[in-house]
Every structure is written in structure tokens, then in C-alpha cells.
């Protein structure tokens, strides 16, 4: 709400709060004397100021010296008599003045409501703009935080992963120079050889943790076009399955809806699937995992749900499971980037994802806007 917003709201609180008890007061008043006149001006009084006409005429021609003092006297009896018979005259000249009076009070009443509206609404604009400004600032540094905070996870992963192998790569330098000082040259050269291929084998583990952040900073955009869901699916699954032998796919359809569509890019659609099934086998390592893929479709949407029979997400990191380089995962091949990538997508599309445990088993539930067929 704007300056403007509130100057009105509140010249308009204040000249009904202002007019309200002149209006009424008025009508009060203009009761009250409709009220007094239809009392006073009855047939009664109007009969006895005829007859006192009748009678100061009378009495001025048989008075002759008195004429002039009966004349007067017929004159304002006879203006009285007059009006009683119109009372509305005098209602009239009553209600003109009251109306001035009246008119002038609502006038007065709006000037002053402007003014206080205009005193009013700069303060709690001023106060507003204050109150906004803290809560900018305050996001701000909020949002700050929190960045600082990604790029700190950002840099202990990437110590992390670069550490790894520059330690033995160390160690194997150091060996080899006391190799060097300590060793015929035929066994100098074997020594040489092994130190080579061990670093040559960490080097390529490093080279592998940079291409996959590389990758995570290079996804394409979403190209969306519109597909059937259940056909896009039982294609996936299918090529899914054939890269995870440890799993088994079933794919529950829906027995009332015929075609569902949705605009997906198919392409990236198929690396969510790969993730969120990559996600639970990594979650279970040593045993066969067994997935359920359901569907559905609500008025406006299409959900998709994936679980399976595995051990669900502790409840203390549940919040955390999307974020970038998190991972509670002991495979050294696992980067924290999976479900980050599948969050990133699914929003792409328009869509949302979340994790909640059902029956005792992870599930990831996936909304995405559905299209008409």
C-alpha cells in the first residue's frame, strides 16, 4: 500500500467519523421543528386570529380616534394569521440558515480530515518505509549468510575432493626421491613405473571430481514439449532398469485416467529418474531395491511418486537432502549433486519436489502443471 493508499483510507475514515454526527444532528434538528410546527400551527389558533381580524376591524370603525392603533394591531395579527396558514414559510426560513450552518460544519469537517489525513498518512508512511527498509536489510544480510554459508560447503567439498588424491600423490613424489638415492636403476625404474601409474590413477580421480562439478555448472536449459506421461515413463523405466541390474522398476498406472500430458523435456526428465533410483540403490548398498513408481493427476497437475523399500532419510538431515554437495553417502564417487540436480529440474519445469516418509519407506513425490490432451 502506497502513500496515496493510505492518505485516502484515511480522509475517508476521518470525514465519515467528522459527518457522521452532523448529519445526524441535522436530521435531528429538521425533525424536531417539522415536529414543533405540526404542534403549533393548528385550526384552532387559526380560527382565533380570524376572528381577531374580524374583531380589530370592527373595533376600528366604531373607535375612530383609536383606528390607527387597531390598524396596526389587524396588521400583525393578520401576518400571523398568514402564517399559519402556510407553515411551510416558516419551516422554510428555518431550514435555510440550518442548512448554511450545517453545509459550512461538513465543510470545515472535510478540510480538517485532509489535514489530519495528510498529517496521519505521512507519518505511517514514513513508518512503513522505515519498517520495509529494516526488513530489506535484514533479508539481505539474511540472503548473504546464506551464501557465504553454500560457498563455505562449496570449498570444504572441494578441499576435500582435491586433498584426496594430492596426499598420496605427495607421498609418492617423497619415495620416489628416496628411491632415487637408494635403489639400483633397474630398481629405481620399476619403483618409477608403480609411482607413475598411482599417480596417473589419482590425477584421473581428480580430473573425474572436476568434470563432475563442471557438469553440475553446465546443465542445459529445459526444452518442454508436450508428451504423454505414461508413455514417456514406460520408456524410461525400461532404460533406467537396463543401467542399475541391482533394481526392479514397477511402474503403477492409473486405471481410470486414459492420457495424461505435461510439457517435459525428456531428456533431463530421464536424468531425474536416474538420480532419484541412483539416490535409493547408494542408500542401500549390498541388497536389491525395490522401486514403486506411481502416478496420478489432479485437476490442474500430474504426481508422480517414487518409492522404494529401503531405509528412509533420518529426520534430522530430511531438510538438507537437496542441497548442493550434501550427502551422508560413503562412496567416494558420490559428489552431493544428485538430488540438487533434480530439484533444479523439476523446478525448470514449473513443478516442485518433495521427500516424506510413508509406511516406513522414503518416497519423492513430484507435481508437475498438467496440459490439456
Known amino acids: 500500500m ?6 485516502s483510507l484515511l480522509f475517508v475514515a476521518l470525514l465519515v467519523m467528522a459527518a457522521v454526527p452532523l448529519l445526524a444532528s441535522f436530521h435531528l434538528l429538521e425533525d424536531t421543528l417539522r415536529t414543533s410546527l405540526r404542534l403549533g400551527f393548528n385550526e384552532d389558533v387559526v380560527r382565533v386570529l380570524e376572528q381577531s381580524s374580524v374583531n380589530l376591524r370592527a373595533l376600528g370603525k366604531l373607535d375612530s380616534a383609536q383606528r390607527d392603533h ?7 395579527v393578520e401576518r400571523l394569521r ?7 414559510l416558516v419551516s422554510q426560513s428555518i431550514e435555510k440558515p440550518l442548512k ?3 453545509g459550512l460544519g461538513l465543510g470545515m469537517a472535510v478540510l480538517v480530515s485532509l489535514g489530519v489525513a495528510t498529517l496521519l498518512s505521512r507519518r505511517v508512511a514514513n513508518s512503513y518505509r522505515i519498517a520495509v527498509d529494516e526488513l530489506l536489510h535484514e533479508r539481505e544480510q539474511v540472503r548473504y549468510l546464506r551464501e557465504m554459508s553454500s560457498w563455505q560447503e562449496l570449498a570444504k567439498m572441494l578441499a576435500h575432493e582435491i586433498k584426496n588424491p594430492l596426499t598420496p600423490i605427495e607421498v609418492l613424489v617423497t619415495s620416489l626421491s628416496r628411491a632415487y638415492q637408494s635403489k639400483t636403476s633397474q630398481e629405481f625404474v620399476t619403483h618409477l613405473n608403480e609411482t607413475e601409474a598411482m599417480v596417473a590413477e589419482e590425477l584421473q580421480q581428480l580430473k573425474a571430481t572436476v568434470n563432475k562439478f563442471s557438469e553440475f555448472a553446465r546443465l542445459p536449459q529445459v526444452q518442454l514439449t508436450r508428451v504423454d506421461v505414461l508413455d514417456l515413463l514406460r520408456q524410461q523405466l525400461r532404460a533406467v532398469s537396463s543401467t542399475m ?6 511402474l503403477r498406472e492409473p486405471a481410470e485416467v486414459a492420457t495424461l500430458y505435461a510439457n517435459i523435456d525428456t531428456t533431463l526428465f530421464r ?3 536416474t538420480n532419484l533410483v541412483r539416490n535409493g540403490v547408494e542408500a542401500n548398498p549390498g541388497r ?6 506411481s502416478i496420478g ?3 490442474r497437475n500430474v504426481e508422480l511418486s517414487v518409492m522404494n523399500d529401503g531405509d528412509p532419510v533420518r529426520a534430522e538431515i530430511v531438510p538438507r537432502i537437496f542441497d548442493p554437495y550434501f550427502s551422508t553417502h560413503a562412496n567416494k564417487d558420490n559428489m552431493g549433486l544428485g538430488l540438487a540436480i533434480v530439484k533444479k529440474i523439476v523446478i525448470e519445469h514449473h513443478g516442485d519436489i518433495r521427500y516424506e516418509e510413508r509406511d516406513g519407506q522414503p518416497l519423492f513425490l513430484i507435481t508437475l502443471p498438467r496440459v490439456p490432451a
Do not use: H, K, W
Open 2 to 7: 502506497n502513500r496515496a493508499s493510505v492518505g
Open 70 to 76: 387597531y390598524r396596526a394591531q389587524f396588521e400583525d
Open 82 to 88: 398568514q402564517i399559519y396558514l402556510a407553515p411551510e
Open 100 to 102: 448554511m450552518y450545517f
Open 245 to 250: 541390474p541391482s533394481t526392479a522398476l514397477e
Open 271 to 273: 536424468q531425474v529418474l
Open 288 to 293: 536389491e531395491v525395490r522401486f514403486t513408481i
Open 297 to 299: 493427476a489432479g485437476e
